[in-house]
C-alpha cells in the first residue's frame, strides 16, 4: 500500500469529562466517501484507540483536510496521545456548529454524526453521516505515499 497515495486529514472528536471537555485529534489517511444520498463518510482506526472509544461514545466527529502547508501538523497528530494534546493546544481549531467537534483552517472540513461502526480486522470501521461541511482557499494538496508526506498541484490533476 506505499505506493497507494492517500490524501491526509485530521479527524477529531471529544470527551465530556467532569471538569469539562476534552478534544483529540489524529491524522488519518483512510477518509472515503461512502454515498450521496444520504451523504456518508468513512474512516478506518485501530481497535483499541483511545480517539476510537472517544468517537464512539461521543457518536461525533470531524474531519479537517489538510493542504500542502499542514505537514508539521500531520505528522505532530499522528503520534500519541499526549503529544497530541500538547499540538491540538496550539493549534487555530474551533468547535463545529453542527457537532462541537474540532474544525481546523483547512482546505475543507466535515462535521458528521456516527452512522454506523464494524470491526474489519484490526481496525473499526466509522461511517458517519454528514452534517455540515466547508471549504476554505485552495491550495496544493497533502498526500501520503511512500511513507511520505508530498504536495499535489491542482495543476498537475487536471
Not at 28 to 46: E, G, I, K, M, Q
Request: with cysteine.
Amino acid at each position: 500500500m506505499r505506493n497507494f497515495a492517500t490524501g491526509v486529514c485530521v479527524a477529531t472528536t471529544f470527551s465530556d469529562e467532569t471538569d469539562g471537555r476534552r478534544h483529540d485529534a489524529v491524522t488519518v489517511n483512510s477518509l472515503t466517501s461512502a454515498s450521496l444520498d444520504p451523504p456518508l463518510v468513512s474512516l478506518y482506526l485501530r481497535i483499541g484507540s483511545v480517539f476510537l472509544a472517544d468517537l464512539l461514545a461521543a457518536k461525533k466527529w470531524a474531519v479537517s483536510i489538510l493542504d500542502h502547508r499542514d505537514k508539521e501538523v500531520a505528522g505532530l497528530l499522528a503520534k500519541d496521545r499526549q503529544t497530541r494534546a500538547g499540538t491540538l493546544a496550539a493549534l487555530a481549531a474551533s468547535p463545529g456548529r453542527a457537532t462541537g467537534a474540532l474544525v481546523f483552517d483547512a482546505a475543507s472540513w466535515i462535521e458528521c454524526e456516527l452512522w454506523d461502526s464494524f470491526d474489519v480486522g484490526d481496525h473499526t470501521l466509522v461511517v458517519g453521516r454528514v452534517v455540515a461541511m466547508g471549504e476554505g482557499p485552495r491550495a496544493p494538496a497533502l498526500v501520503f505515499l511512500h511513507g511520505r508526506f508530498h504536495a499535489i498541484s491542482p495543476s498537475i490533476a487536471g
